[in-house]
């Protein structure tokens, strides 16, 4: 029996947010080896550790008695010879227990996504009662966020309905969306600074406030890919309702893609 595509692609998005934990795992332990006492290296390595623990109590269902929840918990703890905890690892070591836990989690979801009637107790068991991770912490305003969360979701179920005209649309909305609350929460300053325009950045053109944000150093130059169709997406939505016929699978496969490179650029602790 094919697994079902809402849960498929639940897996697909824990298991992206799995890696860019593990990324930010074995950066933050880099630091810490070069300098244990760094201030910064330590904070870093809380905040990630508190990221770690909000994915696994959502993998886990919220149950302390799931294997993954307690091998997180474990992590933490230093076993003497006969198997009774005592004092803690080491700073490195914790996170390197952790940076595998979250492989161990990878790999149990890998294994549901192939194996969809395969039985036992797994962190993906209740997904589907489980809230997704969190994209868009790193927008400004907080209203701003729940709304993205389902735009998200939105561009991807269109895509995989073959509907490229919404896949493409609300690609391009999520990416104006978090660009315009970088630069709102840039200030003016800096931005006319970066040659910006006049006026209230709400009524710049959507491919001038793109200009200006990699000018002003917040996102890199991963719009240079974005389909000339994305760019203009909002002339076409005012002069022809029916994209359909315009936009590939190329071209909102390629605006996805555009969006998550800018979604990482505007989020440094992804």
């Not at 300098?35 to 550790?49: K, V």
């Amino acid at each position: 029996m094919p697994i079902d595509e809402s849960l498929r692609t639940q897996i697909e998005t824990y298991v992206t947010h799995l890696n860019g934990l593990i990324r930010r795992g074995r950066e933050v332990r880099e630091k810490l080896a070069n300098d244990p006492s760094d201030p910064a290296a330590i904070a870093a390595t809380r905040a990630w550790q508190e990221d770690c623990g909000v994915t696994i109590n959502q993998l886990s269902g919220g149950s302390k008695s799931h294997w993954l929840a307690r091998a997180f918990s474990a992590a933490f703890l230093m076993r003497s010879a006969d198997g009774r905890a005592v004092e803690g690892a080491s700073p490195t070591e914790i996170v390197s227990r952790l940076i595998d836990v979250l492989h161990q989690a990878i790999a149990t979801l890998s294994g549901m996504e192939n194996n969809p009637n395969a039985s036992g107790d797994t962190p993906a068991s209740s997904l589907s009662d489980v809230p997704a991770p969190r994209r868009f912490e790193f927008v400004h305003n907080s209203e701003l966020r729940p709304v993205l969360e389902r735009a998200y979701a939105d561009s991807r179920q269109a895509l995989e309905q073959k509907d490229y005209d919404t896949a493409l649309r609300t690609s391009c909305g999520i990416l104006e969306a978090i660009v315009t609350d970088a630069l709102e929460f840039k200030g003016p300053d800096a931005l006319a600074s970066s040659g910006a325009p006049a006026g209230k950045i709400g009524d710049w053109p959507f491919e001038t406030r793109l200009a200006i944000a990699e000018k002003t150093g917040l996102i890199r130059g991963g719009c240079a890919r974005l389909p000339k169709v994305a760019r203009k997406y909002r002339d076409h939505a005012e002069t022809n309702r029916d994209m359909n016929q315009l936009v590939s699978e190329r071209e909102a496969r390629q605006t996805g893609q555009v969006l998550h490179v800018i979604m990482r650029d505007l989020n440094p602790t992804r």
